[in-house]
């Protein structure tokens, strides 16, 4: 009997739930979300230098395989028989599509890295599906908050909109027969993602699925403005329904993966094991198809959500053997992070250009970086990224991801303080005469080259090679023995994605911008991320949560006292006026210790790191 035969719909459907006293005991005790903990294998991340950082990355990225504590893993059977249920649902209805005629769509939603991952996702399975059934029309649909701007830049204020959720998922789905819905949200704490769960989970049509990486009970209960319903509220009911008896409607994946490296920091651990259940679901569905429509012999063994999950396993172990080499370029773009004035360039080789803009976006909101202080480019510009919205050059400078953009209008102006880090996949050892221009330039560049390649073997592309001989690169290279399905490289994906976690989180921790493993110096731009703010104010001042929220909002509106007119405004006005602005939380911690407005400014203007700043036995003028 194999995986996707093992378990009954009934026996699945009511195993996941049932607690024993012991459980509901230690239950009681985590009254913190487990994704807003700290993690304890790495309470001195700021202590230990680039290979220390990268090795403890390294034991929190294994917890998504292992789990955490006595929860369930990605490989328990109760998550396992869901991930089987919903491939076996997945192959039916995208061979209904080519068979029949129907017009099924798979939809992957989120916000922030949760959004960039399913729309890197559903790029990915339409490529694979394309290469053996072009006529087909593409049937994997994403929603990101904020729209496809939010690809790119950091934008977390439309994650606190349940109404434009349900709106967007209504847009991507209004012409289709039938819809698989995956609903991403790390915490389970994102009011985007629940109004589209409660606009879906009661249509016939819809399969309603919800990903995140929190008991559901631990849910964000939080009022959200202009809803009468709190997220908990929402997948409360959606667990629910997903316990009746022979429901096949409505589903829940939370494997519980542990705390992030980074407390809080969801676009690591939360982002890679979303990629990897949504794999685990359709390459195997995608596999099982194909072989049905072709005669092309499959070259890849899975067929089950496990073989799947074995090979990111492998995959992830592979790209962390890059240890040494990764904390050399965390060195790199710390000493690049460090200079308030520098900027730290991704230039991306086609889809690997992908990743650096996954990695890339989260800068601003997690460590306070500057707008154009990361910045990511890429061979083929936006034709690469096969997005919603098309070409988005228009809307700015940091819409422009364009190579050419790079080398006549950014590369002639960086210095040594800068950075530049090269993304590459795959084993073509050909000369690319296209990359000759940029080799050419960053020969002669004053800036530090770094490079990032995955392969199935060390051996660094033609490319890289020609330009090591010409100047110091700072190479990384990843061995994967296996890359992708069908030519889309999704492993090397996974493996790059790893890298780059390591590189930026390492290269923040050394500039500052870390306290132990809390971020220190993020945007205060949406309702979680206040509240967020405020329990990172209460540590650290060691004071009460309301009155580090009055902390927060005497450092947004740089005032010593509120103003009963402030106080009664609502969080959204708070949030839109902190938005912009810079250094909110070390700013409000100083005030949770008596400083003035006055000198927690002048403390601030010192330029000394914020670690160094806000460290416990930091004294106040």
Known sequence: MNEQQATSRNKRKHTPHARTHAQVALVMMEEVRITELANELSNNLDAVGPTGIARIIRQADQQIFTGWRHHPAIYDQEIVSRLSELRNMAEERLLDNIVKGEKNVFVFSGCGTSGRIAWLCARSYNRILHQFHPELQRCFRYCISGGDQSLVISNELPEDDPSQGAADLLSVTEDCDGVMFFGVTCGLSAPYVAGQIEAAMHMESFVTSLIGFNPVHLARDAHVENWERTCKDVFLELESLADEEDDHRHWILNPIVGPEALTGSSRMKGGSATKVLLDAIFLPALRSVIAK??????????????????????????????????????????????????????????????????????????????????????????????NNEGDMTSMGPAFHLNLDHFLENVLPTLQERDGIILLSIGDDQEEHPDLGPLLAALSSSPAAVGSVHVARTREQPEYIRTLARAREVTSCAIACDILGVCNEPVFAHFALKLALNVITTGANVLRGAVYHNGMINLTVSNNKLFHRSAEIVAKLAECSTEHAKECLLKAVYETDELSPEIQHRPLSSHIEVATPLQFIVPKATLLARSATIAEAKQLLSQGQPLRSLIARDTQTP
């Open 293 to 386: 429509i072709t005669t092309t012999p499959a070259s890849l063994p899975i067929q089950t959500p496990t073989e799947a999950i074995v090979l990111f396993e492998r995959t992830a172990r592979q790209a962390h053997h890059a240890t040494d080499a990764l904390a050399s370029l965390v060195s790199l773009a710390g000493s690049v992070l460090a200079r308030e004035d520098a900027s730290l360039c991704y230039v991306g080789i086609d889809s690997a250009g992908l990743i650096g803009l996954l990695d890339a976006s989260e800068m601003v909101d997690t460590y306070g970086c500057r707008e154009d202080q990361v910045q990511t480019y890429v061979r083929g510009g936006w034709a690469v990224c096969e």
